[in-house]
Every structure is written in C-alpha cells, then in structure tokens.
C-alpha cells in the first residue's frame, strides 16, 4: 500500500479502537506494522500526533481516548489528528511522481507525445476520484455504525442487481464486504442526501444542493475517464475544488 491508503488504514483501525469493538491480536500486528512502514516517511513523522508516540498498542490508543469523552467527540478528535497527516495538497501529486518512478513507462514511447502527456494527466485525475470516492465511503460506513441510515429504494435496487451480475460472472471479483462497493459518486450522493438530517451536521457551511452539484460533476468527470476520454483544465480544477472542500468538510 502507498502512504494514502496506510494512512486511512491506520484511521480505520484506531477509529474501530476508540469504540468497544474487540481488538484482536491481528489487529494490534496491523496497528504495528502501519506504525512502522509509516516513521519511514517525514511527513508522518514531522505531522503524527503525541497519541502515536506514547502508545505502543491499540489498547493503550483506546485509553488515551476514554479521556476524549463520548464516541462522537472521540471521532471527531480522530478526524483532528489525522488531518495534518493527509492534508498536504501535494500528496496527490507527491503519489503521482512516485507512480512515475516505479513503473516503466518505456512502451509508451510507441504513442505520440500528446497522447503519453494526456494519459499521465489522466493518471491525477483518477488519483482524486478515487480518493474522493473511497473518502466518501469511508465517512458513509463510519457514521453507520453509531446512526441508522436509510438506503434509499432506488439505490438499494441498484446494489441488488449489481451483485446479481456479479454472481453470474465467476470471472469478476467481489468488490467488497460492504454494500456501498457497488455505490458510485450518484448512489452515495443520494444516500448522504436522504439521510441529510444525519449527514447534514458534518456539512455545516454547506446544503443539499451544494452536494447534488458537487456530486453529478464528479459523476461526470468519472464517466469521461472510465471512457478514456480527456478531462479537460476547468474540469481537473473543479475536481482540485472539490477535493478540498471535502477534506476540509469532513477532516478526512
């Protein structure tokens, strides 16, 4: 896994820690494995929180945050702490150059120069879709654990047939444990939407509509790179906005 993805494991885990849920012994292996391949970059060592420091196990992490008081001040403190963690808007690109690095991009010289250029351009523009997407997701299921959200009917009909198919075709991997694997942008949308009077308090400077907009352009921008189309400059900033806005939203 890249830097990104251990930190959102490392997030994942604690989260689950800081709750009454049984901390096994794989999970403390995780916990110090993470920790590990994780002191190996300066950004986490220069930004990680005194929690990180000081406890060694999950366990000890899950004391220190019985002193945050309840479940959801505990989160939102876990949200507070990661932040400077992931923040950094050249991560993206940090992780794009590295991608660079280690893949051998010599075959490529077949295409025209323009066509390379596009495709790395391209490479970026799925790095934050699947960021913001992913990130969406997380926050969905994380709430879903201390509040009881609706799935809407429409998207429910649309989970049931996408595992449908997936059964019927041996040749396709399951996409996850979790039903909202098979949500894109569109479904997760809707979900945050009709349960807004629950999802609406972790966007407080925002609205419904805000998220509709923000979520039928990022639609549209995955639609056009599923297609191997290009993505245009307004376009890539907008989806630069929404990333932001969203991090900055939710503190992921």
Request: glycine residues 4%; contains cysteine; hydrophobic residues 35%.
């Amino acid at each position: 896994m890249n830097y990104t993805e251990n930190i959102e494991r490392l997030k994942i885990l604690l989260t689950g820690a800081s709750t009454d849920v049984t901390i096994t012994s794989e999970n403390e292996a995780e916990y110090k494995s993470l920790k590990n391949e994780l002191n190996k970059s300066a950004k986490f060592k220069t930004n990680q929180p005194k929690e990180f420091k000081i406890c060694v196990t999950l366990q000890e992490f899950r004391r220190e945050m019985q002193a945050k008081g309840g479940y959801a001040e505990r989160r939102k403190y876990i949200n507070q702490i990661f932040y400077p963690l992931i923040s950094d808007e050249n991560s993206l690109l940090d992780s794009i150059e590295e991608i660079q690095q280690n893949v051998n991009f010599g075959h490529l010289n077949l295409l025209p120069q323009d066509i390379q250029q596009k495709g790395r351009e391209m490479s970026e523009v799925y790095l934050y879709l699947y960021c913001i997407e992913n990130s969406l997701r997380i926050f969905i299921e994380e709430i879903m654990k201390t509040e009881t959200v609706n799935i809407p009917r429409k998207v429910q009909d649309t989970i049931d047939k996408l595992k449908k198919s997936e059964q019927e075709s041996k040749y396709l991997p399951i996409r996850g444990n979790s039903d909202l694997f098979y949500c894109d942008f569109i479904e997760l949308g809707k979900i945050i939407v009709g349960n807004w009077i629950i999802f609406g308090k972790y966007f407080p400077k925002q609205n419904e509509h805000w998220l509709n907009v923000m979520v039928d352009e990022l639609y549209k921008i995955r639609c056009l790179v599923a297609h191997n189309s290009y993505v245009g400059n307004d376009e890539r900033d907008a989806l630069k906005v929404y990333y932001k806005s969203i991090t900055a939203q939710l503190q992921l």
